[in-house]
Every structure is written in structure tokens, then in C-alpha cells.
């Protein structure tokens, strides 16, 4: 009986050939987008879960509130080993302190490499197997580093590189190899190639509790509850902190937070910290749940459109199949075997959408990668679950589309049919046109969403940032000029293409040399604030066409510069500062225990120094000599030779040094590479979803003109003209599209300006934006039912009312 009920099924699907192959694609489309979401989510759910210790894994971090709030990533360097030595619920403790992009050297090869310093036991903690080398020991000595696979192969070929020493110029020291890794697992927060013993660092030795600039791990013994853990913390702020915070600030921990400041550790769960962390200075730009969200309602109801469709299509060619299963049931076949028939048609169905599927999925895959910035890959044949989850799939999909048709279909009377009088009722036509205005709430909520994402980064692109991002040259690394940094700058000036420049690590876009700086006003330490502090020369101000709103720049001609600083309006609103500006001093306690006062020179108007999801913080900026970048103002529309002559004058000066560059603006747009990733993305899929609700579209618009095709021929013989027959047919879609569209313009105005809650600085959502989606949404409406409709009003009504 199987066997001929798959003959039955295979013969029907050749018969209906045109309803077979609107539906595969359908169906295919509406698959491939849940395998590549599918994909993307199990990417982004598994970050850090290799770890063995994983659940029982929680990173500390820092957050305060001093004139604002502050919540960052790191922590001080003795936190780690206080937690384990007073609180026993703590197993385990490391800390990993990054270096960032170094220079290593070994055989006359030079390559920058990612670094960080990490303690002794950092492998015991983190599930990274070593090669070659002992976890517990390879990083007790200093000058001792743990390198991965993809660098030995760099630097050693195919050689052992255990005992081989490579030479690190930024640190100013020879390590030696003591441990051989498998790479960093892609879903990690954090890829370094090279891992460095903390012993050799002296900042880890350091006392202080005043500086956080570590990141730290801990592992708790099973049973222990963080929450309980988390509320001992204030105890260790009150008998380590509150000291030396006295000691900078004259205050009683009681009396500083008399001021309504806070301070406080808390701890974040490992596997937490890719999709919720919002806290300041991660390792590597992050996720974000929501986006989880968002992609998981994608996948369903992107699955629901495709089956929608089917169901569409199916009862849409009800007409073609009802003598069929009239004439069945008069042979004698049961309601149950009609069923059963229909859905392994739709299983069928849904078995070739699959296979298409994933040849699609696996040939769009690098494309897909490359415009999302993902690296995501479908593994059928080396994991053991993913194609019977594959099968359980399609089989799901294919009972769920073919389900409603199957019923439907199957309850048709055989007398009624027999004799020319079937009809597939109102309340079926009803649920029909349900399913379209369904269909069109998802394809105009993701319109609405793709556009707003698209004009927030397009306000982001064109906002006045205080500054000037264009045109902006950032050479790197120019600390390894040494005594040459000045000569170099003195050479490029001599290019009318240059028109400034400043030496400074203070960049306002992407990575920056920064610190966290505690200053006390006018020798009051009942106003304290915590701000950011920048190293920059007297031509930075200019270079960036930063405007001055009070006061001066900074001068070499004035030898009392060097204790001078300049502030942001930020930073005057948080003092309290609104007259005599340049009478206020600002006092800070150095790592050495002394206490340095500044006096006010000038203040800038606020700019944008981070990223437009932060509000502008307070800022200083004090004369220095931080060699970390050049940023040059140029002007020319020849960059590659001017480039060219850079790198020459590089070259001429430091021929160890590889020259490495970038422009400002690409660094700014780097900074919102996850929303633009985010943004194709939705586009993506928001097309895709389009698509697909335009095939259902048109099988309702068959299924229409099907049913009134007798209308259609006696309105022609009495007169009308296939403009008014076309909008006879299209005004009913019209409506559904507009009912969709009233629902849809709520739905996605909460679901965007909580999306844009999450900027300091962002569009507003006005009326332009949902009128764009809902002529889109008509226009595409128009163009999907104007084919059949056009087709059924230039039909013959001969041919229509032959069997009157």
C-alpha cells in the first residue's frame, strides 16, 4: 500500500507540475533562510562553551557610579588572588592582561602578532589543550609564552618549536617557547596566538586598587551560588579599596559614598559575556541577544510563510483535484487514505525543497559569510545529529504544510463534486486571506526594520561629531620610530599634500591608547569624579578641527603647560563648573603615591570620542608624549601616491618596522561593523521573506481567478475592459496588504525604538519611514497580482463560458 501511494503521489506531482515547482521554491527559500539562521544562532550561542568549567566560570568586573556610571570589563591586579585567598567558595583564579598587536621576531621574520600576559594557571582554567608542553608548568617562569599552531607554522614551519625563542621588540624581550596549543576556538570572546607568563609583568605586581586593566577569571567549587558569593563583595571594597581612596582623596568610605558614589565588583557568567555584556573595554566587540531574538522570529516565521504558501497553493488548485477525489471516493478510498496521500505529496515536497536546501545553503555560504562578517559552515558528514536533525526536519515541515490541504481537500462531498458544485466555502477563503495578511505583518515589519537600521547607520556616516573624520591618515605604531618620531613628522610636513599633524595615541574612532583617571576638583575630594585622560600634543586640537570653547590650546612656549589640561564641556557639567573656567585646578594621586595637580588652560566643545551608543563622558586631555600614533591632516586626491611617498620617508628611518595605516573614517565605520553586519542581515532575510510571501500571494491570486472565472467572462461579454477586470481582481489583495500594514507599523515601531534605545544619539522614527514600507508593500502587492490578473482579463470568455 506504501509503495502505491508513493506511485500515486509521484504521478500527481508530475500532473501538477506547475503547482509542484512554485511550491519547492517556496518551500526551498523558506528552508534555507531557517539553516542559515539555524547556523547563525548556533554560532552565536556556543561562544565559550568548549571550556569544560564553563558553567561554573564567571569573569569579574568593575562598575561604579562617580559623576556618571561606570561599568567595565576589567578589574585591579590583586583581585584575582584576594578572591581566592578570602573567599574559599572561589576554586580557581586567573588573569589575562592583553597586549594587543606586538612585534615578534625570529629568523629575520617580522609579523605583529595578538598577545596577551596570562598567570601560571590560565590553562588549567580554560579548556585550550596543549600539543607539546605541560599546561601546569609551561608558564611559571617569566619570559615563557604558550604559542598556537597557525603561529609555529608562521615562524617554524613543521619544525618543534619548544625551546626556540622568539624576540618581542615592543616588550624589549626574548620569550621562550615552552608550550605548543591547539588555535583559539573561533567561538571564544577572546583570539590571541601568543600567551605570555604574567610573571614577566610588572604592572601584574603592582598594589593598587585604583587602576582596573585585568581581566579576570574565576571558577567556583560546585554548589556555590553566585548570587550569595557577589554579596560578600562590599566587604572586600570597605577593608582594600576604601584605604587607598582615603589616601587619594581624604574622604571616609562612608563620606564618599555620602556623595552618592558607589562602587562595587560583581560577576558575570563566562557564557554570558558574547551576547549580554554592555560593560566598557571587552577584548573583542560582542553581540547581543536581541539579536537572537529578533533572528529566531525570523526562522519561525519564515518557516510558517513557506508552509502558508503550500497551503495556499494546494487549496488554490483545490478546483483542478476535485473530481479526482470525488471519483476515489466513490471507488471506495477512505477519508484517512486521502489524507494520508496528501501528506506524502507534501512530504515529498518538502524532501526535494530540503535537498535543494542545502546545496543552496552550502553554495551560499562563503558569499553569505563575507557579507555578514560571519564564518559559519553546515557540517552533515563529520557530525553525528545533524542529518537526522536535517530529516526530522523536513518531516516536520512537510506534515505542518501539507496538514490544512490534506483535511481540506479530503472532505469534499463526491456528489457535490460529481455534479459541478464544488466550492470551497467562505470560511476557507477567510482563512486564506488570514494566512496572506499574515504573511505581509512579517514581510512589512522586517521592511520597516531593514530601513531603520539603514538610516541609523546613515545618521551615524553624516552626525557631526565635533571633529573631522575625513581625510585623516592614522599612521601606527610610531613608538618604534624611538628618537626619529619627530624627524618623521618634520618630513611629511614637507609634502603639500599634509596639511597637520599631531603625534598622540588618542584616537576618537575604533582602538585608543586610554586611560581612567581620578581627579578631584579645586582640592575639594568631595568632588571626585572618575574621567577619561588623553596624552596629546599641542597640534591635536587643530589636526582633528576640534573647537576650542574657552580658553586655549596647549603651547610648547609655555613651560607651565606641562602641568596644564583641557578639558570637554562633559567634564565642566559634571564639576559643576559654569564661570571662571580657567581658575579651577584638578588634582590627581600618580601610581607612586603622589599627588599631582593640574590647572585649567581651556575646554573643548563636546565630541564624539566613543562609539554613538554612549552619551559623551567626561574628558581630560593633558600634554604628552604618548609616540603611539601620527594622525595627519591631508588633502589630495592622489592617496596611493601619497601613501607611497610615506612609506618611503617609514622606510628611510626604521627598515625593521613594517608601515601599517589607516584612514579615521574606516576606523569610525569599524566601530559599527556589527550593526552594519546586522543590517545586511535583516536585508538578507527581509528579501528572502518578500519572495516568499509573494509566491503565496500569487497562489491566492490563481486561486481567485480560478473561482470567478465565469464572472470574469460574462463581465467582458457585457462590456468591461481588462483595466477594470484587473482592478476588480487586485482591489480585495490591496486591502489585505493594507490591513497587514496597520497591524505591522505598531509592532515594528515597538520593536525599533527598542532597538534604538540602545544608541545615546539616534533617528527618530517618523511617519516618512512607514510610509516608505507601505509603498513598497503596495508596489510589490501590484506587481505580484497584475500577471494573473492581467492573464484571467485577457482571457477569451469563450472559453470561460463554454459549458453554460
Known amino acids: 500500500m506504501i509503495k502505491n501511494f508513493f506511485l500515486i503521489a509521484v504521478r500527481n506531482l508530475r500532473k501538477n507540475k506547475g503547482f509542484s515547482v512554485i511550491n519547492i521554491l517556496g518551500l526551498s527559500l523558506g528552508i534555507s533562510t531557517c539553516l542559515l539562521i539555524v547556523l547563525f544562532l548556533q554560532r552565536e550561542l556556543s561562544y565559550d562553551r568548549f571550556n569544560e568549567k564553563s558553567d561554573r566560570m564567571y569573569r569579574v568586573t568593575f562598575n561604579a557610579v562617580m559623576g556618571g556610571e561606570i561599568k567595565e570589563a576589567s578589574v585591579m591586579p590583586p583581585v584575582a588572588q584576594t578572591l581566592k585567598n578570602d573567599f574559599p567558595e572561589v576554586e580557581e583564579a586567573t588573569r589575562m592582561s592583553a597586549i594587543g598587536s606586538t612585534r615578534i621576531v625570529s629568523n629575520d621574520k617580522t609579523f605583529f602578532e595578538a598577545a596577551a600576559f596570562v598567570d601560571s594557571n590560565f590553562f588549567k582554567i580554560f579548556t585550550l589543550p596543549l600539543i607539546k608542553g605541560n599546561a601546569a608548568t609551561a608558564l611559571i617562569e617569566p619570559n615563557t609564552a604558550v604559542i598556537s599552531t597557525t603561529l609555529s607554522k608562521k615562524y617554524f614551519g613543521n619544525e618543534d618549536p619548544i625551546g626556540k625563542v622568539l624576540h618581542c621588540k615592543d616588550l624589549d624581550r626574548s620569550i621562550s617557547i615552552t608550550g605548543l596549543m591547539k588555535d583559539v576556538p573561533q567561538n571564544s570572546h577572546f583570539h590571541f596566538d601568543i600567551f605570555i607568563s604574567m610573571a614577566g609583568n610588572e604592572a601584574a605586581k603592582e598594589p593598587t586598587w585604583m587602576a582596573s586593566n585585568f581581566f579576570t577569571y574565576v571558577v567556583l567549587r560546585k554548589g556555590t551560588d553566585p548570587a550569595k558569593l557577589e554579596s560578600k563583595f562590599p566587604g572586600m571594597i570597605e577593608k582594600y579599596i576604601a584605604p587607598q581612596l582615603q589616601q587619594a582623596t581624604g574622604l571616609t568610605f562612608a563620606e564618599f559614598k555620602s556623595k552618592g558614589n558607589k562602587l562595587g565588583f560583581a560577576l558575570q557568567p563566562l557564557t554570558d559575556i558574547h551576547l549580554h555584556s554592555d560593560l566598557t573595554g571587552e577584548l573583542e566587540p560582542s553581540g547581543d541577544i536581541k539579536y537572537i531574538y529578533i533572528f529566531s522570529a525570523i526562522a519561525v516565521f519564515m518557516l510558517l510563510i513557506a508552509c502558508i504558501n503550500f497551503m495556499n497553493l494546494a487549496t488554490a488548485s483545490a478546483a483542478k483535484r476535485a473530481k479526482e477525489i470525488g471519483i476515489r471516493k466513490v471507488l471506495g478510498s477512505a477519508k484517512k487514505q486521502l489524507v494520508a496521500q496528501f501528506l506524502l505529496e507534501s512530504v515529498l515536497i518538502t524532501s526535494v525543497a530540503l535537498l535543494i536546501s542545502i546545496f543552496a545553503v552550502y553554495l551560499s555560504l562563503p558569499y553569505f559569510n563575507a557579507f555578514t562578517g560571519r564564518q559559519l559552515s553546515l557540517q552533515i558528514s563529520t557530525s553525528t545529529y545533524t542529518l537526522p536533525l536535517l530529516i526530522a526536519f523536513g518531516l516536520f515541515t512537510g506534515i505542518l504544510s501539507g496538514s490544512y490541504p490534506a483535511f481540506f481537500l479530503s472532505s469534499f462531498k463526491p456528489v457535490d463534486v460529481l455534479k459541478g458544485k464544488f466550492s470551497s466555502g467562505k470560511r476557507t477563503a477567510g482563512l486564506r486571506s488570514g494566512l496572506v495578511v499574515f504573511q505581509f505583518i512579517i514581510s512589512i515589519t522586517l521592511i520597516i526594520g531593514t530601513t531603520v537600521v539603514y538610516k541609523q547607520l546613515s545618521f551615524i556616516r553624516n552626525k557631526n561629531l565635533g571633529f573631522d573624520k575625513d581625510q585623516v591618515l592614522v599612521i601606527e605604531h610610531t613608538y618604534r620610530l624611538g628618537s626619529n618620531v619627530n624627524v618623521f613628522r618634520e618630513q611629511l610636513l614637507q609634502d603639500p599634500s599634509v596639511q597637520n599633524i ?21 582640592h575639594n575630594p568631595k568632588l571626585l569624579i572618575k574621567t577619561l585622560r588623553y596624552d596629546v600634543d599641542e597640534n591635536y586640537l587643530a589636526t582633528l578641527g576640534i573647537k576650542i570653547a574657552e580658553g586655549r590650546n596647549f603651547s610648547r612656549d609655555f613651560k607651565t603647560d606641562s602641568t596644564g589640561i583641557i578639558i570637554n564641556e562633559a567634564a565642566a557639567r559634571s564639576f559643576g563648573w559654569k564661570d571662571n573656567l580657567l581658575a579651577h585646578t584638578l588634582t590627581h594621586q600618580e601610581n607612586d603615591g603622589t599627588t599631582q595637580t593640574y590647572h585649567v588652560i581651556g575646554m573643548v566643545k563636546d565630541f564624539h570620542f566613543r562609539s554613538l551608543h554612549e552619551s559623551i563622558k567626561p574628558l581630560v586631555m593633558v600634554l604628552g608624549t604618548d609616540y603611539g600614533t601620527l594622525i595627519a591632516k591631508v588633502k589630495t586626491a592622489d592617496v596611493h601616491s601619497l601613501i607611497t611617498r ?110 534604538l534605545q540602545d544608541f545615546a544619539y539616534s533617528i527618530d522614527l517618523g511617519a516618512g519611514i512607514f510610509i516608505i514600507a507601505a509603498l513598497i508593500a503596495l508596489l510589490i502587492t501590484i506587481i505580484t497580482v497584475s500577471y494573473q490578473a492581467l492573464r484571467s482579463a485577457m482571457a477569451s470568455p469563450v472559453k470561460s463560458l463554454r459549458s453554460e
Open 646 to 755: 610615506i612609506e618611503a620617508k617609514w622606510k628611510g628611518l626604521n627598515p625593521e618596522g613594517p608601515f601599517s595605516y589607516s584612514f579615521l573614517n574606516d576606523r569610525f565605520n569599524n566601530t559599527y561593523k556589527a550593526e552594519q553586519h546586522i543590517g545586511n542581515i535583516l536585508a538578507i532575510f527581509a528579501g528572502l521573506t518578500i519572495f516568499v510571501a509573494c509566491i503565496g500571494l500569487f497562489g491566492l491570486v490563481t486561486f481567485t481567478a480560478e473561482q470567478r472565472t465565469k464572472e470574469i467572462g460574462i463581465r467582458k461579454v457585457l462590456g468591461a475592459d481588462v483595466s477594470g477586470i484587473v482592478t476588480l481582481l487586485s482591489k480585495d489583495f490591496l486591502k489585505l496588504v493594507v490591513i497587514a500594514f496597520i497591524i505591522a507599523a505598531p509592532i515594528a515601531w515597538y520593536a525599533m525604538n527598542r532597538w
Open 502 to 522: 599631531s603625534v598622540s595615541g588618542f584616537l576618537p574612532a575604533g582602538s585608543s591608547n586610554d586611560n581612567n583617571f581620578f581627579l578631584s576638583a579645586d
